[in-house]
């Protein structure tokens, strides 16, 4: 243990960490995992004492279960599926199992989401558009609900050997320009970079100086399991009415109510049965009765705001910390999953001493158009939900749009996230895309060979062409030579983002691999295998 005495306050302030990320949620947690893979030091901190029982996100997008596929953590995932599949089907008469390929029409249980409540019909989906089918393999793990997930992150992160101290609040920091020091409930805390991934009210924000701008809440919404002694009474699905919107399921017990006239006076207080059960009459006409709560219910506001920069100086943000909004899809865990794997990789080669020029600027760049589209996105539910007569017309045209294959593929491509894409110099489709599942003839995927994490680089070159180029980079590139076929290479970042891609093995692929490996991965390696990553 390394101390550095603090002429201020006399005391001794541990500097063996290089990073420490505030917050225990996925985000937090998924950061930490891919700081520790690049070869980081890293620790986390979290107020809460024990991980958070609210319910949440009740499924992840594609991105997210691909990056967990690309860790080792699928099977694990698509246990997580049957088992929440099992719990559904006792309550809505089917418990398919997960789908096994694409094509034709796709079982109940494959996951689409809704938009505004409304439910997008799988067997309207074109399941055989190429961008679902290319991205197919880790569909046995989509039903992930967020506690369950931050309970298979949480034991990722402990094979790690990361240190996560539950019960331990910022109150302060100082930024000095080559560190931070953090004080917090537990005593003061020196690292090289503070990473707030602690949620919407985040302190790391807030002590930072970072602005929020955005957009004010104008409604209230709950969510809770409950017992409920005359469920009858309630319709499964969501039902509108001029007070608001409830829904009922897919969970035996699973309740949502939204209501338009007003945000909450205040948020901090914790939701009530009272609360919930008064709410659910109210929308729902009706008196029916909640017996007890079966888990903490969770109360939201359509706040939607995105933080003026993703980072100052040694301090940054992701997840929540960095962006809110209504939680209709889900998204907000997936945005933040997607700003941690983006992250993880360019702070670890900050760290590690092989970033190039600029890299760790570009996390900002890369992740903020995303981050605003979910925004507009969650904005435009909203605005279809809404109980007056205008959104209820909208509302009819909307579901018009919906009960079409075209218009329900559309809105399932964009909900699961296999369109998402990164504005990046190359003139290959795949680049700046998510990877797509690519099988190898020995009957692996390119995923398998990224547990490790670092870049992976499929070569299918007759000579090894490329992979030579790749061993210059020893210890941040996976090679996985592949024989023959198309793409004949493909650079994959530790995120899952192509970064190059070639159909041909000739002087201008081995040019712009080139130009790719320079460009994220730096300097060709001074010392082979040093460094962590791969």
């Given at each position: 243990?390394?101390?550095?005495?603090?002429?201020?306050?006399d005391v001794?302030?541990?500097?063996?960490?290089?990073?420490?990320?505030?917050?225990?949620?996925?985000?937090?947690?998924?950061?930490?995992?891919?700081?520790?893979?690049?070869?980081?030091?890293?620790r986390?901190?979290?107020?809460r004492?024990?991980?958070?029982?609210a319910?949440?996100?009740?499924?992840?997008?594609?991105?997210t279960?691909?990056?967990?596929?690309?860790?080792?953590?699928?099977?694990?995932?698509?246990?997580?599926?049957?088992?929440?599949?099992?719990?559904?089907?006792?309550?809505?008469?089917?418990?398919?199992?997960?789908?096994?390929?694409?094509?034709?029409?796709?079982?109940?249980?494959?996951?689409?989401?809704?938009?505004?409540?409304?439910?997008l019909?799988?067997?309207?989906?074109?399941?055989?558009?190429?961008?679902?089918?290319?991205?197919?393999?880790?569909?046995?793990?989509?039903?992930?609900?967020?506690?369950?997930?931050?309970?298979?992150?949480?034991?990722?992160?402990?094979r790690?050997?990361?240190?996560?101290?539950?019960?331990?609040?910022?109150?302060?920091?100082?930024?000095t320009?080559?560190g931070?020091?953090?004080?917090?409930?537990?005593?003061?805390?020196?690292?090289?970079?503070?990473?707030?991934?602690?949620?919407?009210?985040?302190?790391?924000?807030?002590?930072?100086?970072?602005?929020?701008?955005?957009?004010?809440?104008?409604?209230?919404?709950?969510?809770?399991?409950?017992?409920?002694?005359?469920?009858?009474?309630?319709?499964?699905?969501?039902?509108?009415?001029?007070r608001?919107a409830?829904?009922?399921?897919?969970?035996?017990?699973?309740?949502?109510?939204?209501?338009?006239?007003?945000?909450?006076?205040?948020?901090?207080t914790?939701?009530?049965?009272?609360?919930?059960?008064?709410?659910?009459?109210?929308?729902?006409?009706?008196?029916?009765?909640?017996?007890a709560?079966?888990?903490?219910?969770?109360?939201?506001?359509?706040?939607?705001?995105?933080?003026?920069?993703?980072?100052?100086?040694?301090?940054?943000?992701?997840?929540?910390?960095?962006?809110?909004?209504?939680?209709?899809?889900?998204q907000?865990?997936?945005?933040?999953?997607?700003?941690?794997?983006?992250?993880?990789?360019?702070?670890g080669?900050?760290?590690?001493?092989?970033?190039?020029?600029?890299?760790?600027?570009?996390?900002?760049?890369?992740?903020?158009?995303?981050?605003?589209w979910?925004?507009?996105?969650?904005?435009?539910?909203?605005?279809?939900?809404?109980?007056d007569?205008?959104?209820a017309?909208?509302?009819?045209?909307?579901?018009?749009?919906?009960?079409?294959?075209?218009?329900?593929?559309?809105?399932?491509?964009k909900?699961?996230?296999?369109?998402?894409?990164?504005?990046?110099?190359?003139?290959?489709?795949?680049?700046?895309r998510?990877?797509p599942?690519?099988?190898?003839?020995?009957?692996?995927?390119?995923?398998?060979?990224?547990?490790?994490?670092?870049?992976?680089?499929?070569?299918?070159?007759?000579?090894?062409?490329?992979?030579?180029?790749?061993?210059?980079?020893?210890?941040?590139v996976?090679?996985?030579?592949?024989?023959?076929?198309?793409?004949?290479?493909?650079?994959?970042?530790?995120?899952?983002?192509?970064?190059?891609?070639s159909d041909?093995?000739?002087?201008?692929?081995?040019?712009?691999?080139?130009?790719?490996?320079?460009?994220?991965?730096?300097?060709?390696?001074?010392?082979?295998?040093?460094?962590?990553?791969?």
């Amino acid at each position: 243990m390394t101390t550095y005495a603090n002429d201020d306050d006399d005391v001794d302030v541990d500097v063996d960490v290089d990073v420490t990320v505030v917050g225990a949620g996925p985000v937090g947690l998924v950061l930490a995992a891919e700081l520790a893979l690049s070869g980081a030091t890293v620790r986390v901190i979290e107020r809460r004492a024990r991980p958070d029982e609210a319910m949440k996100a009740q499924s992840i997008n594609v991105p997210t279960a691909e990056a967990l596929d690309r860790r080792g953590l699928l099977p694990a995932a698509e246990q997580v599926q049957r088992e929440t599949l099992e719990r559904v089907g006792s309550f809505s008469g089917t418990a398919d199992a997960p789908p096994a390929g694409v094509g034709g029409r796709a079982p109940r249980s494959r996951f689409t989401g809704h938009f505004a409540g409304m439910s997008l019909d799988p067997d309207l989906v074109d399941w055989s558009d190429p961008d679902l089918a290319a991205h197919a393999a880790a569909d046995g793990a989509r039903m992930v609900p967020q506690p369950q997930l931050e309970a298979l992150l949480a034991g990722h992160v402990a094979r790690l050997g990361v240190p996560v101290r539950r019960g331990v609040e910022v109150t302060a920091l100082d930024d000095t320009g080559d560190g931070v020091f953090v004080t917090t409930t537990a005593g003061t805390m020196r690292t090289g970079w503070l990473v707030g991934c602690d949620g919407g009210h985040s302190a790391v924000r807030r002590l930072a100086g970072i602005g929020f701008p955005g957009t004010d809440p104008e409604l209230t919404g709950y969510q809770a399991v409950a017992d409920i002694a005359d469920p009858e009474k309630l319709a499964n699905g969501w039902v509108w009415s001029t007070r608001g919107a409830y829904r009922y399921g897919p969970q035996p017990g699973r309740v949502a109510t939204l209501e338009f006239d007003a945000p909450p006076a205040d948020r901090s207080t914790p939701v009530t049965l009272e609360q919930v059960q008064t709410s659910l009459r109210r929308i729902s006409g009706t008196d029916v009765t909640l017996t007890a709560l079966r888990a903490a219910p969770t109360r939201w506001t359509d706040n939607t705001r995105q933080a003026a920069a993703y980072r100052s100086g040694h301090v940054l943000l992701a997840g929540d910390a960095a962006h809110v909004h209504p939680p209709f899809g889900g998204q907000g865990l997936n945005l933040g999953v997607g700003d941690a794997m983006n992250l993880g990789w360019k702070l670890g080669a900050v760290v590690a001493g092989w970033a190039p020029d600029g890299l760790l600027d570009t996390y900002d760049a890369e992740r903020r158009p995303l981050g605003a589209w979910v925004l507009d996105w969650t904005r435009a539910q909203i605005g279809v939900l809404r109980g007056d007569p205008k959104s209820a017309a909208l509302r009819e045209v909307v579901a018009g749009l919906l009960s079409t294959r075209d218009g329900t593929t559309y809105a399932v491509k964009k909900i699961s996230g296999v369109t998402q894409h990164v504005d990046l110099p190359g003139g290959h489709p795949l680049v700046g895309r998510f990877v797509p599942d690519l099988w190898c003839r020995d009957g692996s995927r390119l995923a398998d060979h990224g547990h490790g994490g670092g870049f992976l680089l499929l070569d299918r070159t007759p000579d090894g062409a490329f992979a030579r180029l790749a061993a210059t980079r020893s210890g941040r590139v996976t090679t996985v030579t592949d024989g023959h076929g198309t793409p004949t290479g493909v650079l994959v970042r530790p995120d899952g983002v192509v970064a190059w891609a070639s159909d041909t093995t000739g002087g201008a692929a081995v040019a712009g691999l080139e130009a790719a490996l320079r460009r994220w991965t730096g300097a060709p390696s001074s010392a082979p295998g040093k460094e962590p990553m791969g």
